[in-house]
């Protein structure tokens, strides 16, 4: 009599086909079509090294199984089948009993540091996930790339606008598209679609004018990155996407938005606050910003930034290489504002997001915890209930 298996699977619509799990797999037992990445269930062993470097969650999810499902349906699917009913045992099965133990052990230290699995916002718009591929781009048109740090800066981070002349291309805020960089790599292959998020919202850069905008740092060694900052107006570039469906803005105008984010990760929240001016204004809950970068002149959007009303928006910007001052991070001014942060953590409209390097995350973390503490509450139970409530979300990169 078989007994039933238990099956690595990856969500197909919360993936951002970022493809990192496949390149960290030491088993390639990891791989992907124009449509899908899945996980070759012959090639598996669990050894979960894919599971922390997912930034969206969708890597860890998992079905018990007669039959394994093949790499050939995994790659048709638009989502994940439901659980099978099973023949031949059972979930209290003494055998899948301790294999699934032995997984879950693995998975709670594969977590350690990783942003988990995350639902969308309840209030969110339904987003389009995938609608355009690596075998079938879509080609959009460069209608600007404008420098946003100073030009003797250490660092190069672009503004980039791409139209879509016409054709559609529904991404909202929060998720991310693919370029494609022309060429391929050094054994010959295609390069991948790297992804970036949209830094406008859903009705665009310009409203109703169908572009999209991308905030892009270029990297000394970055295939993708020296690409697009080098752009020029009128070029044309291959797009996928647009991919992710839980990193989103909520639609409830009450609900209060807590964004922690260095760099480039301010794309998206970025997008978010453009997205509240346009449509609740002074009406919105509120919008708490913790804004890390080196230097005022490394820190994409100051200008713009300092403009945005308070009442809409609180950002505390704060730099780590100031001439004759300290280094200070994003959770080093979390606790000096600790009491806005307690008050955020208190209230049950509060979502919470997290973008930027992955190094941030650690020092965030351990400073949330320190004052959920200070309020009797345990923050690793805070942030499950935040989680599935759809309201905690962590990309890092």
């Excluded at 350690?112 to 781009?137: C, D, E, R, V």
């Excluded at 016409?166 to 693919?178: D, K, R, Y």
């Excluded at 295939?223 to 991919?243: E, H, Q, R």
């Excluded at 704060?318 to 001052?325: G, I, M, N, W, Y």
Aim: with cysteine.
């Amino acid at each position: 009599m078989n007994k039933p298996l238990k099956q690595h699977l990856i969500d197909p619509e919360i993936c951002i086909r970022c493809y990192t799990c496949e390149m960290t797999c030491p088993l390639e037992a990891i791989e992907h079509d124009d449509n899908n990445v899945v996980v070759d269930a012959s090639k598996c062993n669990f050894c979960m090294d894919c599971i922390p470097v997912c930034p969206t969650g969708s890597i860890d999810e998992w079905r018990i199984v007669n039959e394994p499902y093949s790499v050939d349906e995994q790659l048709e699917w638009q989502e994940l089948p439901e659980q099978e009913e099973l023949e031949g045992g059972s979930s209290d099965d003494a055998d899948y009993e301790a294999m699934d133990d032995a997984i879950a052990a693995l998975l709670a230290d594969a977590h350690k540091g990783a942003g988990g699995k995350a639902k969308a916002p309840a209030s969110a718009a339904k987003p389009t996930i995938n609608m355009y591929t690596i075998g079938k781009p879509i080609e959009a048109t460069v209608q600007g790339n404008y420098r946003l740090t100073a030009d003797g800066a250490e660092t190069d981070i672009r503004h980039v606008i791409l139209t879509f002349d016409g054709q559609p291309f529904p991404i909202i805020e929060g998720q991310t598209l693919g370029i494609i960089p022309p060429g391929t790599d050094a054994d010959g292959k295609a390069y991948l679609p790297r992804l970036y998020s949209a830094s406008s919202p859903r009705d665009g850069e310009r409203p109703n004018f169908g572009n999209v905008s991308l905030t892009v740092k270029r990297e000394e060694h970055g295939v993708a990155s020296n690409y697009i900052c080098d752009l020029k107006t009128g070029d044309k570039v291959n797009v996928t996407g647009p991919f992710g469906s839980t990193f989103l803005l909520p639609e409830d105008p009450d609900a209060r938005l807590l964004m922690i984010c260095t760099g480039t990760g301010s794309a998206p929240m970025r997008a978010f606050t453009m997205r509240r001016q346009r449509t609740v204004g002074s009406k919105s809950g509120g919008m708490t910003m913790f804004f890390g970068a080196r230097s005022p002149d490394t820190l994409p959007y100051f200008g713009p930034l300092n403009k945005v009303p308070q009442s809409l928006l609180h950002t505390y910007m704060v730099f780590s290489r100031l001439p004759d001052a300290p280094k200070e991070y994003v959770q080093d001014r979390m606790v000096v504002e600790q009491d806005v942060i307690a008050a955020l953590l208190q209230d049950p409209k509060t979502h919470i997001y997290i973008c930027g390097l992955r190094g941030m995350e650690e020092g965030v973390e351990k400073t949330l915890t320190n004052i959920a503490e200070s309020l009797g509450e345990q923050w690793g139970a805070l942030r499950d209930i935040m989680r599935e409530d759809g309201r905690y979300h962590v990309e890092t990169y």
